[in-house]
Protein backbone atom coordinates (compact mmCIF):
# COMPACT_ATOMS: atom_id res chain seq x y z
CA UNK A 1 0.00 0.00 0.00
CA UNK A 2 1.59 3.20 -1.12
CA UNK A 3 0.38 6.48 0.61
CA UNK A 4 1.39 9.93 -0.25
CA UNK A 5 0.59 12.02 2.39
CA UNK A 6 0.44 16.09 1.73
CA UNK A 7 2.17 18.20 4.24
CA UNK A 8 2.01 21.84 4.22
CA UNK A 9 5.14 23.27 5.79
CA UNK A 10 3.02 26.13 8.36
CA UNK A 11 4.80 29.35 10.62
CA UNK A 12 5.52 27.27 13.70
CA UNK A 13 1.62 28.13 15.98
CA UNK A 14 1.61 31.34 17.57
CA UNK A 15 4.22 32.95 15.83
CA UNK A 16 2.41 33.96 12.21
CA UNK A 17 2.64 37.28 10.68
CA UNK A 18 1.62 38.63 7.53
CA UNK A 19 3.55 40.59 4.52
CA UNK A 20 3.24 43.87 3.63
CA UNK A 21 0.33 42.34 0.81
CA UNK A 22 -1.64 40.75 3.87
CA UNK A 23 -0.65 37.32 2.93
CA UNK A 24 1.09 34.93 5.49
CA UNK A 25 4.52 35.13 5.76
CA UNK A 26 6.12 32.14 4.76
CA UNK A 27 9.63 32.97 4.82
CA UNK A 28 9.81 32.42 8.86
CA UNK A 29 10.23 29.38 10.23
CA UNK A 30 7.92 26.58 9.17
CA UNK A 31 7.29 23.19 10.86
CA UNK A 32 5.04 20.59 9.78
CA UNK A 33 1.09 21.56 9.76
CA UNK A 34 -0.22 19.75 13.23
CA UNK A 35 -3.33 17.87 11.23
CA UNK A 36 -0.74 16.56 8.54
CA UNK A 37 1.21 14.81 11.23
CA UNK A 38 -1.41 12.96 12.42
CA UNK A 39 -1.98 11.88 9.16
CA UNK A 40 1.65 10.98 8.71
CA UNK A 41 1.82 9.29 11.91
CA UNK A 42 -1.42 6.96 10.40
CA UNK A 43 0.45 6.49 6.85
CA UNK A 44 3.43 5.28 8.38
CA UNK A 45 1.42 3.03 10.53
CA UNK A 46 -0.68 1.69 7.75
CA UNK A 47 2.43 0.84 5.49
CA UNK A 48 4.55 -0.92 8.15
CA UNK A 49 1.75 -3.55 8.69
CA UNK A 50 0.56 -3.69 5.22
CA UNK A 51 4.23 -2.58 3.32
CA UNK A 52 4.39 -0.25 0.69
CA UNK A 53 6.12 3.09 1.63
CA UNK A 54 5.00 6.64 2.48
CA UNK A 55 5.71 9.86 -0.14
CA UNK A 56 5.50 12.95 0.98
CA UNK A 57 4.01 15.97 -0.88
CA UNK A 58 4.51 19.34 -0.70
CA UNK A 59 4.25 23.06 -2.20
CA UNK A 60 5.66 25.64 -0.76
CA UNK A 61 9.12 27.53 -0.40
CA UNK A 62 12.56 26.20 0.08
CA UNK A 63 12.44 26.43 3.46
CA UNK A 64 9.45 23.86 4.01
CA UNK A 65 12.41 21.19 3.01
CA UNK A 66 12.66 21.59 6.76
CA UNK A 67 9.27 20.09 7.52
CA UNK A 68 9.79 17.61 4.88
CA UNK A 69 13.31 16.87 6.56
CA UNK A 70 11.63 15.75 9.75
CA UNK A 71 8.72 14.25 8.19
CA UNK A 72 11.04 12.06 6.62
CA UNK A 73 13.11 11.29 10.01
CA UNK A 74 9.95 10.25 10.99
CA UNK A 75 9.90 7.58 8.53
CA UNK A 76 8.60 9.01 5.03
CA UNK A 77 10.56 7.12 2.33
CA UNK A 78 10.71 9.99 -0.05
CA UNK A 79 9.35 13.66 -0.37
CA UNK A 80 8.14 15.75 -3.20
CA UNK A 81 8.68 19.36 -3.29
CA UNK A 82 7.09 21.69 -5.55
CA UNK A 83 8.98 25.04 -5.14
CA UNK A 84 8.97 27.88 -7.62
CA UNK A 85 9.01 31.65 -7.16
CA UNK A 86 6.38 32.20 -9.42
CA UNK A 87 3.92 30.60 -6.58
CA UNK A 88 4.84 33.29 -4.02
CA UNK A 89 0.82 34.04 -2.95
CA UNK A 90 -0.68 31.46 -4.77
CA UNK A 91 -4.39 30.82 -3.23
CA UNK A 92 -6.21 28.13 -2.61
CA UNK A 93 -7.62 27.71 -6.09
CA UNK A 94 -3.44 27.55 -7.47
CA UNK A 95 -2.25 25.25 -4.70
CA UNK A 96 -4.96 22.50 -5.51
CA UNK A 97 -4.20 23.12 -9.07
CA UNK A 98 -0.60 22.35 -8.42
CA UNK A 99 -1.22 19.40 -5.80
CA UNK A 100 -3.90 17.67 -8.42
CA UNK A 101 -0.87 18.29 -11.05
CA UNK A 102 1.85 16.55 -9.01
CA UNK A 103 -0.46 13.70 -8.19
CA UNK A 104 -1.02 13.23 -11.25
CA UNK A 105 2.60 12.20 -11.78
CA UNK A 106 2.42 9.81 -8.60
CA UNK A 107 1.58 6.40 -8.15
CA UNK A 108 -0.59 5.97 -5.09
CA UNK A 109 -3.11 4.02 -3.48
CA UNK A 110 -4.10 6.33 -0.88
CA UNK A 111 -3.53 10.20 -0.85
CA UNK A 112 -3.87 11.57 3.00
CA UNK A 113 -4.84 14.68 3.86
CA UNK A 114 -5.21 16.61 7.12
CA UNK A 115 -8.47 18.74 8.45
CA UNK A 116 -7.31 22.27 8.02
CA UNK A 117 -3.80 24.28 8.21
CA UNK A 118 -2.86 26.28 11.29
CA UNK A 119 -2.27 29.29 9.55
CA UNK A 120 -5.17 29.06 6.58
CA UNK A 121 -8.23 27.18 8.82
CA UNK A 122 -9.74 26.35 5.13
CA UNK A 123 -10.45 22.51 5.11
CA UNK A 124 -11.45 22.29 1.75
CA UNK A 125 -8.36 21.92 0.07
CA UNK A 126 -8.82 17.70 0.24
CA UNK A 127 -12.36 17.69 -1.12
CA UNK A 128 -11.32 20.53 -4.39
CA UNK A 129 -8.29 17.85 -4.92
CA UNK A 130 -10.68 14.41 -4.72
CA UNK A 131 -12.87 15.99 -7.06
CA UNK A 132 -10.36 16.94 -9.38
CA UNK A 133 -8.62 13.95 -9.28
CA UNK A 134 -11.68 11.74 -9.76
CA UNK A 135 -10.90 10.23 -6.64
CA UNK A 136 -13.33 8.66 -3.87
CA UNK A 137 -13.20 10.69 -0.76
CA UNK A 138 -13.02 9.99 3.04
CA UNK A 139 -13.33 12.75 5.22
CA UNK A 140 -12.79 13.20 9.20
CA UNK A 141 -11.33 9.51 9.88
CA UNK A 142 -10.73 8.93 13.11
CA UNK A 143 -9.59 5.43 11.49
CA UNK A 144 -8.33 3.91 8.43
CA UNK A 145 -8.08 0.55 7.59
CA UNK A 146 -6.92 -1.02 4.16
CA UNK A 147 -9.95 -3.81 2.73
CA UNK A 148 -9.62 -5.81 -0.35
CA UNK A 149 -8.64 -3.87 -3.15
CA UNK A 150 -10.17 -0.72 -0.96
CA UNK A 151 -9.58 1.17 2.06
CA UNK A 152 -12.60 1.84 5.01
CA UNK A 153 -12.41 4.38 7.46
CA UNK A 154 -14.58 6.12 10.71
CA UNK A 155 -16.07 9.63 9.77
CA UNK A 156 -16.75 10.90 12.96
CA UNK A 157 -20.56 12.55 12.98
CA UNK A 158 -22.22 14.43 15.47
CA UNK A 159 -23.30 11.09 17.32
CA UNK A 160 -20.64 9.08 17.03
CA UNK A 161 -18.67 7.75 13.72
CA UNK A 162 -20.08 6.30 10.42
CA UNK A 163 -18.16 3.70 8.73
CA UNK A 164 -17.25 4.40 4.52
CA UNK A 165 -16.13 2.05 2.43
CA UNK A 166 -14.80 3.13 -1.45
CA UNK A 167 -12.15 1.26 -3.99
CA UNK A 168 -8.76 2.59 -4.33
CA UNK A 169 -6.96 4.74 -5.13
CA UNK A 170 -8.59 7.44 -2.89
CA UNK A 171 -8.38 10.46 -0.59
CA UNK A 172 -8.60 10.18 2.95
CA UNK A 173 -8.97 13.57 4.79
CA UNK A 174 -7.88 12.62 8.59
CA UNK A 175 -8.06 13.73 12.09
CA UNK A 176 -5.91 13.79 15.19
CA UNK A 177 -7.94 10.91 16.54
CA UNK A 178 -6.01 8.71 13.77
CA UNK A 179 -2.66 8.62 16.44
CA UNK A 180 -0.03 10.75 18.01
CA UNK A 181 3.05 11.38 15.89
CA UNK A 182 6.09 9.72 16.83
CA UNK A 183 9.33 11.05 17.40
CA UNK A 184 11.92 11.12 15.20
CA UNK A 185 14.63 8.69 16.85
CA UNK A 186 18.83 9.48 16.34
CA UNK A 187 18.78 6.67 13.34
CA UNK A 188 15.78 8.05 11.47
CA UNK A 189 17.07 11.51 11.81
CA UNK A 190 20.23 10.16 10.38
CA UNK A 191 18.41 8.27 7.79
CA UNK A 192 17.17 11.54 6.80
CA UNK A 193 19.73 12.86 5.72
CA UNK A 194 20.52 10.59 2.71
CA UNK A 195 16.93 9.99 1.67
CA UNK A 196 15.38 11.98 -1.71
CA UNK A 197 13.63 15.28 -1.62
CA UNK A 198 13.03 15.55 -5.15
CA UNK A 199 12.25 19.37 -6.47
CA UNK A 200 10.11 20.04 -8.66
CA UNK A 201 9.35 23.34 -10.59
CA UNK A 202 5.41 24.50 -12.47
CA UNK A 203 7.13 23.62 -15.89
CA UNK A 204 7.93 20.04 -14.47
CA UNK A 205 4.15 19.81 -14.11
CA UNK A 206 3.08 21.69 -17.19
CA UNK A 207 1.57 24.32 -15.27
CA UNK A 208 1.51 28.02 -16.94
CA UNK A 209 3.04 30.58 -14.44
CA UNK A 210 0.92 32.98 -15.08
CA UNK A 211 -2.34 31.11 -13.27
CA UNK A 212 -0.22 30.98 -9.96
CA UNK A 213 0.99 33.17 -7.51
CA UNK A 214 -0.50 36.37 -6.47
CA UNK A 215 -1.09 37.88 -10.10
CA UNK A 216 -3.87 35.00 -10.48
CA UNK A 217 -5.16 35.09 -6.69
CA UNK A 218 -8.59 34.89 -6.76
CA UNK A 219 -9.55 36.63 -3.26
CA UNK A 220 -7.46 39.60 -1.86
CA UNK A 221 -6.72 40.64 1.48
CA UNK A 222 -8.16 44.03 1.90
CA UNK A 223 -7.29 45.11 5.66
CA UNK A 224 -6.12 43.68 8.66
CA UNK A 225 -6.22 45.01 12.14
CA UNK A 226 -5.82 43.40 15.36
CA UNK A 227 -9.13 42.36 16.99
CA UNK A 228 -10.42 44.79 19.52
CA UNK A 229 -8.52 44.55 22.80
CA UNK A 230 -9.91 42.49 25.55
CA UNK A 231 -10.67 45.09 28.71
CA UNK A 232 -8.11 43.19 31.11
CA UNK A 233 -9.38 40.49 33.57
CA UNK A 234 -10.72 41.11 36.99
CA UNK A 235 -9.86 38.34 39.37
CA UNK A 236 -11.33 37.24 42.08
CA UNK A 237 -9.38 35.88 45.07
CA UNK A 238 -11.83 34.53 47.86
CA UNK A 239 -12.82 31.87 49.87
CA UNK A 240 -14.50 29.23 47.62
CA UNK A 241 -18.40 30.68 48.81
CA UNK A 242 -17.86 34.17 48.62
CA UNK A 243 -15.63 33.40 45.07
CA UNK A 244 -19.23 31.24 43.61
CA UNK A 245 -21.47 34.06 44.69
CA UNK A 246 -19.43 36.75 43.06
CA UNK A 247 -19.37 35.23 39.78
CA UNK A 248 -22.66 34.45 39.81
CA UNK A 249 -23.50 38.19 39.94
CA UNK A 250 -20.92 38.51 37.59
CA UNK A 251 -22.72 36.39 35.12
CA UNK A 252 -25.89 37.80 36.10
CA UNK A 253 -25.05 41.70 35.23
CA UNK A 254 -24.09 40.35 31.84
CA UNK A 255 -27.38 38.45 31.36
CA UNK A 256 -25.47 35.50 31.09
CA UNK A 257 -27.94 33.65 33.89
CA UNK B 1 -28.57 42.31 -9.08
CA UNK B 2 -26.80 39.57 -7.32
CA UNK B 3 -28.06 36.62 -6.25
CA UNK B 4 -27.10 35.04 -2.99
CA UNK B 5 -27.82 31.47 -1.88
CA UNK B 6 -27.53 29.85 1.16
CA UNK B 7 -26.72 26.56 1.82
CA UNK B 8 -28.43 24.90 4.18
CA UNK B 9 -27.94 21.57 5.99
CA UNK B 10 -30.47 18.96 7.22
CA UNK B 11 -30.55 17.05 10.01
CA UNK B 12 -33.11 14.70 10.68
CA UNK B 13 -35.99 16.38 8.68
CA UNK B 14 -34.69 20.03 10.24
CA UNK B 15 -32.60 22.76 9.23
CA UNK B 16 -29.16 23.00 11.88
CA UNK B 17 -29.11 26.16 13.07
CA UNK B 18 -25.96 27.15 10.87
CA UNK B 19 -28.34 27.20 8.09
CA UNK B 20 -30.81 29.47 9.88
CA UNK B 21 -28.03 31.92 10.31
CA UNK B 22 -26.70 31.82 7.00
CA UNK B 23 -30.60 32.20 5.63
CA UNK B 24 -30.83 35.44 7.77
CA UNK B 25 -27.38 36.68 6.80
CA UNK B 26 -28.18 35.84 2.65
CA UNK B 27 -31.68 37.85 3.49
CA UNK B 28 -29.29 41.06 5.28
CA UNK B 29 -26.64 40.83 2.15
CA UNK B 30 -29.65 41.01 -0.68
CA UNK B 31 -31.06 43.82 1.33
CA UNK B 32 -27.67 45.51 1.50
CA UNK B 33 -26.64 44.85 -1.86
CA UNK B 34 -30.17 45.60 -3.73
CA UNK B 35 -30.18 41.58 -4.37
CA UNK B 36 -31.84 38.52 -4.38
CA UNK B 37 -31.70 35.59 -1.61
CA UNK B 38 -32.38 32.03 -1.57
CA UNK B 39 -31.82 29.08 0.42
CA UNK B 40 -31.07 26.01 -0.61
CA UNK B 41 -31.38 22.73 1.13
CA UNK B 42 -30.42 19.43 -0.41
CA UNK B 43 -31.05 15.83 1.02
CA UNK B 44 -33.01 13.56 2.69
CA UNK B 45 -35.96 15.37 4.80
CA UNK B 46 -35.15 18.56 2.91
CA UNK B 47 -38.78 19.37 1.87
CA UNK B 48 -40.08 18.66 5.79
CA UNK B 49 -37.25 20.60 6.64
CA UNK B 50 -38.00 24.12 4.22
CA UNK B 51 -40.94 25.09 6.01
CA UNK B 52 -38.70 26.02 9.61
CA UNK B 53 -36.52 27.59 7.17
CA UNK B 54 -38.80 29.82 5.25
CA UNK B 55 -39.37 31.72 8.25
CA UNK B 56 -36.16 33.34 8.30
CA UNK B 57 -36.72 35.28 5.36
CA UNK B 58 -35.54 33.81 1.55
CA UNK B 59 -37.77 31.44 -0.39
CA UNK B 60 -36.13 28.20 0.24
CA UNK B 61 -35.16 25.71 -3.08
CA UNK B 62 -35.67 21.47 -1.42
CA UNK B 63 -34.04 19.03 -3.53
CA UNK B 64 -35.34 15.49 -2.20
CA UNK B 65 -32.06 13.48 -2.37
CA UNK B 66 -31.29 10.24 -0.51
CA UNK B 67 -28.88 10.73 2.23
CA UNK B 68 -28.60 7.73 3.67
CA UNK B 69 -26.55 5.08 2.42
CA UNK B 70 -23.37 7.86 1.23
CA UNK B 71 -21.91 10.55 3.10
CA UNK B 72 -24.32 14.11 2.44
CA UNK B 73 -21.82 16.13 0.96
CA UNK B 74 -21.18 13.02 -1.44
CA UNK B 75 -24.96 13.88 -2.38
CA UNK B 76 -25.24 17.84 -2.03
CA UNK B 77 -22.32 18.66 -4.07
CA UNK B 78 -23.12 17.46 -7.51
CA UNK B 79 -27.17 18.84 -7.19
CA UNK B 80 -25.94 21.78 -5.74
CA UNK B 81 -23.40 22.03 -8.28
CA UNK B 82 -26.39 21.48 -11.12
CA UNK B 83 -28.59 23.84 -9.92
CA UNK B 84 -25.65 26.65 -9.83
CA UNK B 85 -24.72 25.66 -13.56
CA UNK B 86 -28.55 26.27 -14.03
CA UNK B 87 -29.39 29.63 -12.36
CA UNK B 88 -25.73 31.09 -12.16
CA UNK B 89 -26.03 32.52 -9.16
CA UNK B 90 -23.06 35.42 -7.74
CA UNK B 91 -22.31 33.82 -3.83
CA UNK B 92 -22.80 31.18 -2.50
CA UNK B 93 -22.99 31.30 1.72
CA UNK B 94 -21.83 27.67 2.93
CA UNK B 95 -21.75 26.94 6.51
CA UNK B 96 -18.50 25.95 7.81
CA UNK B 97 -19.37 23.03 9.85
CA UNK B 98 -17.78 18.94 8.58
CA UNK B 99 -20.32 18.41 6.09
CA UNK B 100 -20.42 22.24 4.83
CA UNK B 101 -16.43 21.99 4.26
CA UNK B 102 -16.56 19.10 2.23
CA UNK B 103 -19.42 20.56 0.32
CA UNK B 104 -17.47 23.94 -0.38
CA UNK B 105 -14.16 21.70 -1.32
CA UNK B 106 -16.28 19.72 -3.97
CA UNK B 107 -17.95 22.32 -5.39
CA UNK B 108 -15.06 24.27 -6.05
CA UNK B 109 -13.71 21.23 -7.78
CA UNK B 110 -17.00 21.02 -9.77
CA UNK B 111 -17.60 24.89 -10.47
CA UNK B 112 -14.08 25.96 -10.44
CA UNK B 113 -15.66 28.85 -8.15
CA UNK B 114 -13.20 30.51 -5.71
CA UNK B 115 -13.81 30.16 -2.09
CA UNK B 116 -13.01 32.92 0.77
CA UNK B 117 -13.42 30.59 4.14
CA UNK B 118 -13.18 31.43 7.60
CA UNK B 119 -15.43 33.65 7.97
CA UNK B 120 -16.24 34.81 10.36
CA UNK B 121 -18.67 37.90 9.24
CA UNK B 122 -20.13 38.83 6.29
CA UNK B 123 -21.07 42.49 4.87
CA UNK B 124 -21.69 44.17 1.94
CA UNK B 125 -18.81 47.25 0.20
CA UNK B 126 -18.55 48.10 -3.33
CA UNK B 127 -20.47 45.80 -4.89
CA UNK B 128 -20.00 42.80 -3.51
CA UNK B 129 -19.71 40.46 0.00
CA UNK B 130 -16.89 41.78 2.05
CA UNK B 131 -15.72 38.65 4.50
CA UNK B 132 -13.92 39.03 7.95
CA UNK B 133 -11.87 36.55 8.82
CA UNK B 134 -10.78 35.81 12.28
CA UNK B 135 -6.83 35.07 10.95
CA UNK B 136 -4.14 33.16 12.81
CA UNK B 137 -6.89 31.71 15.35
CA UNK B 138 -8.48 35.27 15.54
CA UNK B 139 -4.35 37.24 16.45
CA UNK B 140 -5.62 39.21 13.33
CA UNK B 141 -8.79 40.33 11.88
CA UNK B 142 -8.59 40.57 8.41
CA UNK B 143 -11.41 41.84 5.70
CA UNK B 144 -10.93 39.65 2.06
CA UNK B 145 -12.91 40.23 -1.07
CA UNK B 146 -13.35 38.08 -4.72
CA UNK B 147 -11.29 39.25 -7.14
CA UNK B 148 -13.90 38.34 -9.57
CA UNK B 149 -17.45 39.10 -8.86
CA UNK B 150 -18.42 35.36 -7.96
CA UNK B 151 -17.87 32.71 -5.19
CA UNK B 152 -17.85 30.56 -2.32
CA UNK B 153 -17.76 31.83 1.35
CA UNK B 154 -17.73 29.46 4.17
CA UNK B 155 -19.05 31.00 7.35
CA UNK B 156 -18.41 30.15 10.60
CA UNK B 157 -21.56 29.31 13.24
CA UNK B 158 -22.53 31.92 15.56
CA UNK B 159 -21.02 34.66 13.05
CA UNK B 160 -24.59 36.07 12.86
CA UNK B 161 -27.53 35.26 14.96
CA UNK B 162 -30.90 33.94 13.25
CA UNK B 163 -33.92 36.04 13.31
CA UNK B 164 -37.40 35.27 11.76
CA UNK B 165 -38.11 37.77 9.31
CA UNK B 166 -41.49 39.29 8.99
CA UNK B 167 -42.43 37.17 6.24
CA UNK B 168 -41.64 34.25 5.48
CA UNK B 169 -40.28 32.90 1.85
CA UNK B 170 -41.82 30.46 -0.74
CA UNK B 171 -41.03 27.12 -0.37
CA UNK B 172 -40.38 25.14 -4.00
CA UNK B 173 -39.53 21.68 -4.09
CA UNK B 174 -37.64 20.68 -7.34
CA UNK B 175 -36.09 18.10 -8.87
CA UNK B 176 -32.23 18.35 -9.95
CA UNK B 177 -30.76 15.23 -12.41
CA UNK B 178 -27.13 14.92 -12.15
CA UNK B 179 -25.12 13.99 -15.30
CA UNK B 180 -22.17 12.46 -13.02
CA UNK B 181 -22.10 11.31 -9.35
CA UNK B 182 -19.08 11.73 -7.39
CA UNK B 183 -16.79 8.39 -7.45
CA UNK B 184 -18.95 6.45 -4.89
CA UNK B 185 -18.15 6.25 -1.29
CA UNK B 186 -20.73 3.85 0.78
CA UNK B 187 -22.09 4.09 4.25
CA UNK B 188 -22.02 0.84 5.54
CA UNK B 189 -22.69 1.40 9.07
CA UNK B 190 -23.76 4.54 11.43
CA UNK B 191 -22.69 4.41 15.25
CA UNK B 192 -23.80 6.07 17.98
CA UNK B 193 -21.88 6.41 20.80
CA UNK B 194 -23.06 6.17 23.99
CA UNK B 195 -22.22 9.42 25.88
CA UNK B 196 -21.92 11.57 22.84
CA UNK B 197 -22.48 14.89 24.47
CA UNK B 198 -24.13 18.61 22.84
CA UNK B 199 -22.34 20.19 20.50
CA UNK B 200 -19.92 22.78 21.25
CA UNK B 201 -20.08 24.53 17.49
CA UNK B 202 -23.32 26.12 18.20
CA UNK B 203 -23.67 26.10 22.09
CA UNK B 204 -24.79 29.69 23.89
CA UNK B 205 -22.76 28.51 26.47
CA UNK B 206 -19.45 26.22 27.05
CA UNK B 207 -17.58 25.11 30.15
CA UNK B 208 -14.45 23.38 29.59
CA UNK B 209 -12.19 21.23 31.45
CA UNK B 210 -8.58 21.12 31.13
CA UNK B 211 -5.61 18.98 32.27
CA UNK B 212 -6.12 20.96 36.00
CA UNK B 213 -9.11 18.90 36.28
CA UNK B 214 -6.80 15.98 37.16
CA UNK B 215 -9.14 12.82 36.26
CA UNK B 216 -12.42 11.60 34.72
CA UNK B 217 -14.03 12.08 38.26
CA UNK B 218 -13.08 15.56 38.00
CA UNK B 219 -14.38 16.04 34.69
CA UNK B 220 -17.86 15.34 36.59
CA UNK B 221 -17.44 18.54 38.00
CA UNK B 222 -17.38 20.44 34.84
CA UNK B 223 -20.25 18.67 32.99
CA UNK B 224 -22.65 19.33 35.99
CA UNK B 225 -21.35 22.87 36.07
CA UNK B 226 -22.64 22.83 32.16
CA UNK B 227 -25.78 21.07 33.41
CA UNK B 228 -26.40 23.80 35.56
CA UNK B 229 -25.49 26.56 33.36
CA UNK B 230 -27.23 24.68 29.97
CA UNK B 231 -24.23 24.99 28.29
CA UNK B 232 -22.23 22.29 26.39
CA UNK B 233 -18.70 20.70 27.69
CA UNK B 234 -15.82 21.80 25.90
CA UNK B 235 -11.75 20.62 26.61
CA UNK B 236 -8.37 20.65 25.77
CA UNK B 237 -6.26 18.55 23.92
CA UNK B 238 -4.88 16.63 26.42
CA UNK B 239 -7.99 15.88 28.27
CA UNK B 240 -9.83 14.54 25.43
CA UNK B 241 -5.95 12.46 24.46
CA UNK B 242 -6.43 11.49 27.76
CA UNK B 243 -9.86 9.83 26.62
CA UNK B 244 -12.30 11.54 29.18
CA UNK B 245 -14.00 13.06 26.99
CA UNK B 246 -14.59 12.73 23.12
CA UNK B 247 -12.90 14.15 19.85
CA UNK B 248 -15.89 16.29 19.18
CA UNK B 249 -16.10 18.60 22.41
CA UNK B 250 -12.17 19.45 21.85
CA UNK B 251 -11.49 23.05 21.56
CA UNK B 252 -8.42 24.98 19.80
CA UNK B 253 -6.66 24.48 16.79
CA UNK B 254 -6.39 20.90 15.81
CA UNK B 255 -10.30 20.70 17.43
CA UNK B 256 -13.14 23.37 17.07
CA UNK B 257 -13.06 26.64 17.04
CA UNK B 258 -15.94 28.32 18.93
CA UNK B 259 -17.48 31.45 19.85
CA UNK B 260 -20.17 30.92 22.55
CA UNK B 261 -21.54 34.24 24.32
CA UNK B 262 -19.92 32.47 27.63
CA UNK B 263 -16.64 30.36 28.27
CA UNK B 264 -16.03 28.97 31.51
CA UNK B 265 -12.57 27.65 31.40
CA UNK B 266 -11.63 24.89 34.64
CA UNK B 267 -8.54 24.29 35.14
CA UNK B 268 -6.98 25.22 31.97
CA UNK B 269 -3.59 27.46 31.04
CA UNK B 270 -4.75 28.64 28.04
CA UNK B 271 -2.05 27.72 25.76
CA UNK B 272 -2.06 29.04 22.46
CA UNK B 273 -3.40 26.13 20.71
CA UNK B 274 -6.72 26.17 22.80
CA UNK B 275 -6.58 29.72 22.96
CA UNK B 276 -7.08 29.97 18.95
CA UNK B 277 -10.28 28.20 19.28
CA UNK B 278 -12.16 30.19 21.78
CA UNK B 279 -10.86 33.69 22.34
CA UNK B 280 -13.67 35.29 20.44
CA UNK B 281 -16.24 33.93 23.11
CA UNK B 282 -18.30 37.32 24.13
CA UNK B 283 -17.39 36.54 28.11
CA UNK B 284 -14.38 34.34 29.14
CA UNK B 285 -14.68 33.20 32.82
CA UNK B 286 -11.39 31.49 34.22
CA UNK B 287 -11.28 29.15 36.97
CA UNK B 288 -7.52 28.51 37.92
CA UNK B 289 -4.95 27.66 40.72
CA UNK B 290 -2.40 29.83 38.84
CA UNK B 291 -3.59 33.84 38.32
CA UNK B 292 -0.29 34.08 36.18
CA UNK B 293 -1.62 31.13 33.84
CA UNK B 294 -2.10 32.42 29.96
CA UNK B 295 -5.76 32.05 30.19
CA UNK B 296 -5.44 35.49 32.32
CA UNK B 297 -4.30 37.86 29.40
CA UNK B 298 -7.66 37.06 27.59
CA UNK B 299 -9.69 36.15 30.45
CA UNK B 300 -12.67 38.88 31.55
CA UNK B 301 -12.71 37.25 34.91
CA UNK B 302 -10.50 34.87 36.96
CA UNK B 303 -11.15 33.01 39.79
CA UNK B 304 -7.72 32.35 41.49
CA UNK B 305 -8.24 28.85 43.28
CA UNK B 306 -8.74 25.29 43.27
CA UNK B 307 -11.62 24.33 41.08
CA UNK B 308 -12.65 21.38 42.81
CA UNK B 309 -13.66 23.82 45.67
CA UNK B 310 -14.95 26.54 43.50
CA UNK B 311 -17.24 24.89 40.54
CA UNK B 312 -18.87 22.49 42.85
CA UNK B 313 -20.17 25.82 44.92
CA UNK B 314 -20.59 27.53 41.86
CA UNK B 315 -22.77 24.87 40.19
CA UNK B 316 -24.85 24.91 43.31
CA UNK B 317 -25.10 28.85 43.32
CA UNK B 318 -26.25 28.93 39.99
CA UNK B 319 -29.01 26.07 40.54
CA UNK B 320 -30.30 27.63 43.63
CA UNK B 321 -30.95 31.03 41.44
CA UNK B 322 -32.38 29.63 39.07
CA UNK B 323 -34.85 27.63 41.07
CA UNK B 324 -35.04 30.62 42.86
CA UNK B 325 -36.30 32.21 39.74
CA UNK B 326 -33.99 34.80 39.97
Redesign the interface.
Known sequence: MNIVVLLKGVPV??T???TNE?LTDRSVALEAN??DE?TLEKALKLTEAHGGDVTLLTVGPANAADALRKALAMGAARAVHVVDDALNGS???AT?NVLAAALKKLEFDLVFAG??T???????????????L???????A?EVEPTDGGV?I?????????????PTP?LVMG???LG?PRYPSLRGIMQARSKPIEQWSLADLGIDASTVGTGA???????????PE??G??????T??V??????D???S?R?? | MAAIWAVGEV?DGAPTRLTLELATLARQLAEAGGGEARTLLIGTGAATAAEEAARYGPPVLAVEADTSAS?A??VV?PRLAALVEQHSPDFLLIG?S?DG??????L???T?L?????GAGVGWADGGP?VEM???????????????DR?LI?VRPASVSAEKAPAAGSVESVEVSVESE????????????VA?SA?IEEAR?IVGGGRGVGTPDGFRLIEELAAA?GGAVGAT?AV??AGWIG??Q?IG???K?VKP??YVACGISGA??HK?GVQ?AG????INRD?EAPI???????????LF??VP??T???RA??SGG?
Open positions: VGERLLGNYDMVVADSDGQGGVVGAALAVKGLPYLSYSRRRISLTGYDVLEAATQLEATTKALDADKPRAATFIREPEAAAQVVFLARLI | APPQAANKDICGMHGLGPVLYNRSTFGGKLVTQSAFASGLLPAVRVVDRVAEAPILRVDYGQQTGIALIQVTTIVAAAEFADLVVVGDEIRLAAIRKG
